[in-house]
C-alpha cells in the first residue's frame, strides 16, 4: 500500500486524533494572494459576452453518465465565458451570516468576491493554463487565467501545445487539438490555512471546477472531459513551476471551432521536453512553511502519473448498491430547474447559519437535490484512466449518497441511503437526527438541526487506491467536489440555501450509517434548506 492509504485514514480520524502540525496557527496578516502573481507580462482581455437563455439546466445535468456526445466547438468567447462564470469574480458579497470571518469583510482588501464555483474555505487555489496552438484565436503559447482581470496572461509564447500532447501520450487521440486547459494546485494557497489538512481539500476544488465547466459546456452542447493520468513532471517543467509547490492536476482537451479532422501531431523539434515558462510567480507571503503530508501526497499521487490503469480497473471500486434489507421510501419527482446556468451560478453562494427549520424543503426540492448529486457522482466520460468513470467509459460511480432529514415535507426524519437507480430512499435509521448531526460538528458557523436535509457523499477510497494506485486520491476527491459543485447548483436554482464543510467527525458518520461493511468513506456533508426570510445583506455585480 502507498502513502495515500495512511493519509486517507489520518483525514478520517482527525476528529478524534489531530493531524500533525497540532499547534499551527495561520498568519493571517502574511496570508498569500487568492491567485498567482506575474508582474511584467502581456496581458490579453478576454471578451464578454450575453449567452441565450436557452443553456438550461437541465441540459446542463443530464445524468452525468449518458454517454451522450457534444459536438459543439470552443472558440474565444465561449472558453472567455466558462472561466468567467466558473472561476472569474462576478460580485461582491457582504452578508449578515455566522461565519468566522465576517467582521473582516467591510475592508476591501479582504472582500468576499463571488465566483460560480465553490472552494474550500473560499480560497481557490487553482491555477488555470491555456496552452494555445497554431491553430488558436491568438498568438501560441502558454497564458495563465488572471481572474481578478478576467484575461490571459502571457507566460510563454509559441507552439508547445505538442508538450501537453506528448505528456498525455495515448489520451491526446481522443480529442485531436492543440489547445488545452491545464489545472495545477498551489498548494500555499490553500495550506497557509489548512496546514496538512489541504491536499485533502484542494482536490476536492478540482472537482468543483471541473464540474461547473462540465456544466456550463454541456447546457451549450460543449464537451469538457478532464485527464488526471499524465505525465505530470513534464507539464511542471513547461509551466515552470516546481513540484513540491504546485501539482498539476488535470488536462482539459478542448475541440476547437476551425480545426480540420484529423491529427494534429507535428513532427518531433529538436530540444522538445526542453522549453518552459521563464515568468515565475511572485509570493505576497514572507514566510511560506512546507508540511510533511503534503509534500508526500504530492509526491506519492505525481510518482506513477503516466501508468493510466487499464480498462475496467475501477469496477471494483464502484459505490455499492442499495441495500435491499432497508424499508423502501418513495420520493415524488424531481422539481424542474427553472433558469440559465449563467443566473444561477452567479446567484450561488453558501448559507452559514441562515437556515430556517420553520421552512421545510419539499419533498420535490429534496428529490432534485439528490438526483444532482448522481450527475456530479461520475466525474466524465474519461477521467484518463482509459475507461473514466461515465457510462461511456464502463459505467462505473464512485459516490454514493445519504441523506439525514431533518425538516421535509413528507418525509420523516432519519438516515436515508438514495439510490440513483430507482430515485428511492432506503431508511437506515429512524429519528430526528439534529442531535447527532451538531454534537459532531466542530464548527460554529451552522446549526445543522435547521438545514431541512444534510447529504453524505461516500466513495469507497481504499478500494480506489488499491484499483489505481496513490493517484486515485485525486480522483476520489474530485469526484466529491463534483458531487459538492452539483448541489450546490441545483440549490441556487431552486432557491434553497447550501452550504458544504468538512469539520465533522468522520468516524461518527461511519458508526451511525453502518459504513463498515462496505468501506465507504464519508468525506463531506452537504446542508440543504430554505433560509430566514429578508436577510440584511450587501451585494455589488461586476460582471
Known sequence: MGYAH?????????GRVPMPPVDFVPNWSDGPRKAKYYPAVDSLPLPVADYPADASLDRAFGDGGDGATSA??????????????????????????ANTDLSALPFYPLANWSRGSASGGGLYPVSVYWVSGRRGPVTPGVHYYSTRHHAMQRLLTGDVSGEVRAALGGHAAGTPTDQYLVLGIKYWQNSFKYNSFSFHAVSMDLGAAVQTWRMWARARGLSVEPAMWFDEARLQKLLGVAGPEEGVFAVVPLKWAGEPAGSTEEPARPGAGDVSVRHRDIERSRQVFTFDALLKM????????TQRPAPGALAPAAAPP????????????????????RTVLRRRRSSFGRFDASRPVTGEQLAACLAASSAGSRLGGDTGTGTGTGVEGGGVRLAKLYAFVNHVDGLEPGAYEYDPDTHELRLVKAGRPGEFLQRNYFLSNYNLEQAGAVLVPTVRTAAVLDAVGDRGYRLVNATIGAVAQSVYTACSALELGCGVALGFDNVSYIEELGLDATGEAPLLIMMVGNERPAPAGFRFEIA
Not at 6 to 14: L, P
Not at 298 to 305: K, M, S, V
Not at 327 to 336: G, H, T
Open 298 to 305: 504530492q509526491a506519492a499521487t505525481a510518482e506513477l502519473a
Open 6 to 14: 495512511d493519509y486517507a485514514a489520518a483525514i478520517m480520524q482527525r
Open 72 to 97: 459543439g466547438e470552443f472558440d474565444l468567447t465561449s472558453l472567455s465565458g466558462m472561466l468567467l462564470d466558473s472561476y472569474g469574480l462576478t460580485g461582491r458579497r457582504l452578508g449578515v451570516q
Open 322 to 341: 442499495a441495500n435491499p434489507d432497508l424499508p423502501v421510501v418513495a420520493l415524488p419527482a424531481a422539481r424542474a430547474m427553472p433558469g440559465d446556468v
